[in-house]
């Protein structure tokens, strides 16, 4: 009897227990559904904003264009009437102008005889400037210049001469003289031709030192 009793406690116990269990997890799996459903509506409204958002930033766009084309084509239709008006003045101002009678004039202006442009007579400026003196070749010519023209001519010559100097010099080499020229061109011109051409250089630094002070855009002068 007793151990009747006791598998009978034990029984309940365990009918209790598995039906606390299913209800337990019934209300678990019904508060997932719950959280589930709540976030898909959250997601939805969010999704919604979103569109609500882009839809109402294009139609600010849309209605930003619109205003800026009507706004463009009122200026321009302005423009063309303003435009239209000023060539109508300037037709009937023409229109009034030719149709005004002068009486000093004889007949009509198209039967004026126009000018031609070889009978007119054009006045002749005539100007006098040192600078174009100087271009033309027309200018005197002062002492520093004709000096210069002189000092250059001779430093051509005296390349000249340096050039003829060397040439004979090298000829020499081949032996194409006569022995009393070669005799000559070894013991005189041969130890010349040294200083001859330090004289050049002298000659020609001494030109650039010149012109260069004389120079008034020069640094140095």
């Known amino acids: 009897m007793v151990s009747t009793i006791g598998s009978a406690t034990t029984t309940r116990t365990r009918t209790r227990a598995t039906v606390t269990k299913t209800t337990t997890t019934k209300h678990h799996h019904q508060r ?42 009122t200026r321009a239709s302005a423009a063309n009437e303003e435009q239209q008006q000023n060539d109508e003045d300037d037709s009937a101002a023409t229109l009034s102008v030719s149709s005004s009678s002068d009486p000093f004039e004889f007949g009509s202006k198209s039967k004026r005889k126009r000018r031609d442009g ?31 023209e002189a000092f250059l001519k001779f430093l ?33 011109l041969y130890p010349l031709f040294t200083p001859f051409v330090g004289g ?17 855009g020069s640094k140095s002068g």
């Open 32 to 73: 997932r559904e719950r959280l589930i459903i709540l976030g898909g509506r959250r997601r939805q409204n969010k999704n919604n904003s979103n569109h609500e958002s882009i839809s109402s930033i294009s139609k600010n766009k849309y209605l930003i264009t619109t205003t800026t084309t009507t706004r463009t084509r």
């Open 200 to 216: 050049f250089l002298v000659f020609s630094s001494i030109y650039g030192l010149v012109k260069t002070r004389s120079d008034p």
């Open 118 to 148: 070889k009978s007119t007579k054009r006045a002749q400026v005539s100007v006098d400037s040192a600078a174009i003196a100087a271009a033309k070749g027309e200018s005197e010519r002062t002492v520093v210049e004709e000096s210069e």
């Open 156 to 188: 051509g010559l005296y390349i000249a001469i340096i050039f003829g100097f060397g040439v004979v010099l090298a000829l020499s080499a081949f032996k194409l003289w006569p022995e009393s020229v070669e005799l000559y061109i070894t013991g005189t």
